[in-house]
């Protein structure tokens, strides 16, 4: 082959390589999306990228570094020489750049706000001093979807931001009511929530956000606790021109509110196949006990209806849209007062409500969640502690999760690879107690192990591509862990 050739055929691989796995396309009911320009294999990056803008998450106002956002334990942290606000080490200057401490000094910002007042801009004004401190990474802001003419169809939504943000903002820099409103907008549409109890974040990137949504989607994210940046994965196998999708809402909540909920934060109606069926792809997730009839479900008649009725599928009863909505509010709000950590309540809510509440449901599945999570781990519920019947909770729990999820996170999703690990442990321990005690023979003993072994291996596959110091990679090391000392 002459040099030529070689020089070209090098050129190409290195621009296969470098070629990205989407294209933007644009179309008249999702704006821009992100399509597939070549197949994506299970499992394979699409996006990987730092973020243009982080900030604390909505309604975090303990005290935190103003640097890295981490939580901060007591009144004795440090602050920063110029700025005199919180820091988790002299000069985090992570997210605190120069040019923010330099107008916070100016401003003599600690002075006129408060720590929390102060948290509670703190998000706009670092997108808004991109303005200047970076004009190419406030370019891509400005062509964000901000929704603006929806928002101040909602007076109240205006207003509050009104008060909240503009004024307050205005009070500090000049930045016209405009221009403030729409990086609020671009925001609430746009941003990605991220983090753990430790440190809650929102983050704006410069591609994820063009992704459309779907709510039974094709791709899952992960974000790296020190840099932040966000990589975005096939969660099973994508073909070439096929959308390139995300959630944005609760893979776990019913059509009802998810509907809704993204309908309050991105302002457009979902009509996927799933929102588009009554019985949620077989899930039955939203369905109610018919009081009536007490073996049919109750399910809407037209799920794309927010206020339609909703019938019995074996009798002739109808429920009111306007009075199931406010059944599943009452009870949303009932079990989030109970918390996910109190398991003789959670279980209360399971009994209470199971005349009411399909098996299936997605509050009964939630409260379920919890349980799997905490049955084991908690005070007075450590696992080799736990009862023969809170095994076998926890394992059905389990179980019931992992139905739901195969059908609405197709694919390897992150919740699967938690659960398939929750899973593993009340079969082990109950395995191991059988042995010790002879009630199972050792064959018998020795293929279940095989059985864990497969959980556990399938679990760290799935987990074993989130980012590192997050706890879901943990569980992932954890899980291979347990797999070597077994093989
Ligand atoms: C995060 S942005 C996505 C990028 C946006 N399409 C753009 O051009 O900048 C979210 C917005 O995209 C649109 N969108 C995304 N998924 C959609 C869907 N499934 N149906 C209708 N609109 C959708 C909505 O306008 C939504 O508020």
Redesign the pocket.
Known sequence: MTNKKNKQKKLQHNLALTSLPYEVK?SS?????LVASKNISYGETIITEEPIAVGPALGVNRACCIGCFIQLDSESHEKCEKCNFPVCKENCTKYHSKAECDFFKEKSLSEKLTFNELFDLLFPLKVLFLKTASPEKFEIVQ???A?IEERKLNKELWEKYQHQYVSKIQSLINFSEEEIQFVLGVID??CFELGDQQKQIRALYPSA??????CVCNTRHTDDPQTNVLKVMACRAIRKGESITIN?GYTLQGTLMRRQYIYEG???W???KRCSDPTELRTYISALVCKNCEDGKVLPVDSLDQGGSWNCNKCSLTLQGDKVSSLLRALYNELEEIGPHNVKKQEEFLSKYKNVLGANHYLFLSAKYSLCQILGKMDGYVINELSEEYLRKKETYCRQLLAVVGILEPGNSRLRGMLLYELHAPIMVSLTRQIQEQKISVNKFKSSVKEVVRLLTESFNILKLESEGTGEYEISIAAKQAVDSMT
């Open positions: 644009t009911s999702l704006g821009r999306y062509k964000m979807e929704h549409v746009n956000f063009l992704m459309s949504h779907e944005y991105k302002y457009f979902c009509t996927c």
